[in-house]
């Protein structure tokens, strides 16, 4: 990472250790804090080049940059908040102040694109005062190039501390940085239509600054409320949860995995089976140390729930085949859980779970057939079968 990793050295307080609650604010607040330093320096020098010529483009885009320090302080507070430990109120702690924070900028880049979408349409179909194109040459345009330049290292900067602590604030402040580099392109348009003699570009490029502002706030906006409603856990990573609690011995498989996040304190529930023979004190030390596995190689709280399997006998395995045979001729990744089996030769009652994904269109063909094959085998056996919504959050 380069001149970042030598700014968080520098600046990273001794003592405190990467991954950690006061590193991920430390790097949160550094963001903030180079943000609102570049960001006001290139205020300043659009603001006046626009003032200078008259483009209501140039100081639109000013303007833009300079929202950019209210949302750099708007993280700054952010991280501050979500560095506070549980309390009373907030058994869960307050990361996802990181979150409301993000919902913050989204509002106030939005509230900047209507004000210049206004003032936009003022001066295209309104006003009669023109860009002076006199004060306009080819070093003033490489000036306001150098300022794109600039917030083109800030948005770049911002998102590689937004990867390293996987923060969608510091990525929505880059998302941010990173509209100002396309609205300053556009400005670039403005002055050199204006500089050829067609001035009515500069509103026309105005109304674009506007909308790249608009649809970047709406980008924000949605990855915050995804996160504030709940956003499902990666399919990876549900995965990557899977993988490492059926590593614990005795650990056969998971389901039911439950994940939440609250900035980056994350919370992971999930069903373990375990063969049913085992005594509970068995099945309590497995399930302690798939929590301790997860805990530990994720930095999560972890709770699990057993789930005692039949996993041995002639019958078992049989049925387990024949059902996951049916399954593999869908498309939809249906796997068998809980499978319960009573009664050894015959087979007097077949019992499992399924879960289904949202909007599963193939629930009855799949039970249809799930029937029809257990049935040429297992004629006598009640079938049970309890299909259940498949939760990834």
């Known amino acids: 990472m380069g001149f970042t990793s030598f700014l968080i050295h520098k600046t990273t307080p001794a003592g405190v250790e990467p991954n950690t609650p006061a590193f991920r604010g430390h790097v949160g607040m550094l963001e903030g804090w180079v943000s609102i330093l570049g960001n006001f320096v290139l205020f300043v020098v659009k603001m006046i ?17 300079l929202s ?45 694109a209507l004000e210049f979408a206004k003032g936009s349409v003022d001066r295209l179909f309104f006003s009669d005062s023109d860009i002076d194109v006199s004060k306009i040459d080819w070093l003033f345009i490489g000036i306001v190039t150098l300022t794109a330049l600039g917030k083109a290292w800030m948005a770049y900067f911002a998102y590689q501390l937004g990867d390293l602590i996987d923060s969608d604030a510091l990525r929505g402040d880059a998302m941010h940085h990173k509209s100002d580099v396309y609205t300053t392109v556009l400005v670039i348009a403005a002055l050199i239509g204006a500089y050829y003699g067609v001035p009515y570009v500069d509103g026309i490029m105005g109304v674009g600054v506007a909308l790249m502002i608009l649809h970047a706030a709406y980008e924000i906006a949605r990855e915050a409320i995804d996160d504030l409603l709940g956003k499902p856990a990666t399919q990876e990573f549900i995965q990557e949860i899977s993988a490492l609690a059926t590593s614990v011995p005795g650990a056969r498989q998971v389901h039911d995995v439950v994940v939440h996040n609250y900035g980056d304190q994350r919370f992971i529930s999930l069903h373990v089976e375990i063969d049913e023979d085992s005594t509970p004190a068995v099945m309590h030390n497995i399930a302690d140390n798939v929590e301790h596995k997860l805990a530990h190689e994720l930095q999560a709280q972890v709770v699990t729930h057993t789930d005692p399997v039949a996993v ?63 049935a040429d085998s297992n004629e006598r056996a009640a079938v049970i079968i309890e299909f259940k919504s498949q939760m990834t959050e």
């Open 312 to 374: 041995s006998g002639k019958s078992v395995l049989a049925v387990r085949e024949v059902i996951e045979n049916t399954l593999s001729e869908f498309t939809e990744g249906f796997s068998v859980q809980d499978l319960r089996i009573v009664g050894e030769d015959p087979v007097e009652s077949i019992l499992f779970e399924l879960p289904v994904p949202p909007g599963c269109v193939q629930k009855e063909q799949v039970e249809t057939a799930i029937r029809a094959a257990l």
């Open 49 to 65: 080049a626009g003032w200078m010529i008259s483009s209501i483009a140039l100081i639109a885009d000013a303007f833009h940059t």
């Open 68 to 112: 950019d320090v209210a949302t750099s302080i708007v993280v700054i507070f952010g991280f501050k908040v979500a560095q506070k430990p549980a309390d009373k109120e907030h058994p869960f702690g307050h990361g996802r102040a990181e979150t409301i924070a993000t919902l913050t900028i989204a509002i106030l880049m939005a509230v900047v």
